[in-house]
């Protein structure tokens, strides 16, 4: 499976960016795909998860109502709306996706359920 991003850039605090990542190769063994951010000297964290098959999603709380996370199956697509954009959010910003079931949707929360990664898009907020 291979996952590439794009849309990252710099903006002011309080405008918006979409984010996409385009998901390749065995695509029918993805269950879960997600979008993580790690800014310098932080540890990656979970932005917003979703599994491929359903509606079920999960967002971090500092992004909680600011940030969409969705996908289309047909194109083999996952997006990320950010809205309201704050300095804090800035970040390089990874998507992942999973080939493996949880017993536990709290796993979908740990970027280390997941097994590919992208190259990441920078995301610079100016306050």
């Known amino acids: 499976v291979q996952l590439v991003e794009s849309g990252g850039g710099s903006v002011q605090a309080g405008r918006s960016l979409a984010l996409s990542c385009v998901v390749s190769g065995r695509t029918f063994s993805v269950t879960a795909v997600g979008w993580f951010r790690q800014a310098p000297g932080k540890e990656r964290e979970v932005v917003a998860t979703?599994?491929?098959?359903?509606?079920?999603?999960y967002y971090a709380d500092s992004v909680k109502g600011r940030f969409t996370i969705s996908r289309d199956v047909a194109k083999n697509t996952m997006y990320l709306q950010l809205n309201n954009l704050e300095p804090e959010d800035t970040a390089m910003y990874y998507c992942g996706a999973t080939p493996h079931y949880y017993s536990t949707d709290i796993a979908y929360t740990n970027p280390a359920s997941f097994e590919y990664w992208g190259q990441g898009t920078q995301v610079v907020v100016s306050a």
């Open positions: 979703m599994r491929w098959g359903d509606d079920w999603t």
